[in-house]
């Protein structure tokens, strides 16, 4: 997992190619490896499952995550947890439900996005474990898909440069609207 050290808090990334069958089983065993790292006193581990295809890349999502932490710092989330609140913030939307809906994995084949804050290494190790081999890097940014999710005009494109700076933007104005 790529390693990056944020407002003293340390953020993996990792993407992995997966595919999931029972949506309920498969997120409760995240959450029993979250729980498990809980409970060997890492209080403050957040693990976040992200859909890849509406990342548009890891600059996007780092930003996300430091909004959200700040959100955190200063009583501003919209969100009670803080893997929603990095999905709301990566999203560029205000209702978690709609952020669900655009980020959250799903049954069947998936290119997922995991975020860990300030997990240990046996806990990253164990996402691993259940996720199979992580890909070297992010899987290619597909600027269609991306359009068509955040529903990302040509003009818009133009005049901000390219697609993840849109996101970030976006992220970022999301800030003067909550």
């Given at each position: 997992m790529d390693q990056h050290d944020l407002m003293g808090h340390t953020i993996n990334i990792a993407w992995f190619n997966v595919e999931i069958n029972d949506l309920n089983k498969f997120m409760a065993l995240i959450k029993g490896i979250k729980?498990?790292?809980?409970?060997q006193g890492?209080?403050?581990c957040t693990i976040q499952l992200l859909?890849?295809?509406g990342i548009?890349?890891?600059k996007h999502l780092l930003q996300a995550t430091l909004q959200a932490l700040k959100a955190f710092d200063k009583n501003e989330n919209t969100a009670?947890?803080?893997g929603l609140e990095i999905c709301v913030r990566a999203s560029a939307q205000r209702q978690i439900s709609r952020a669900l809906k655009i980020l959250g994995v799903k049954e069947g084949k998936n290119e997922i996005c995991v975020v860990a804050v300030d997990c240990d290494r046996d806990v990253l190790n164990k996402i691993e474990e259940v996720l199979g081999t992580k890909q070297d890097e992010?899987?290619?940014?597909?600027?269609n898909t991306l359009k068509k999710l955040y529903k990302i005009s040509n003009e818009e494109l133009k005049s901000v440069g390219n697609i993840e700076k849109v996101l970030i933007e976006?992220?970022?104005?999301?800030?003067l609207e909550i």
């Open positions: 729980d498990r790292g809980v409970s890492h209080e403050g859909n890849a295809q548009a890349g890891e009670k947890d803080l992010k899987l290619p940014v597909n600027e976006r992220s970022a104005l999301l800030n």
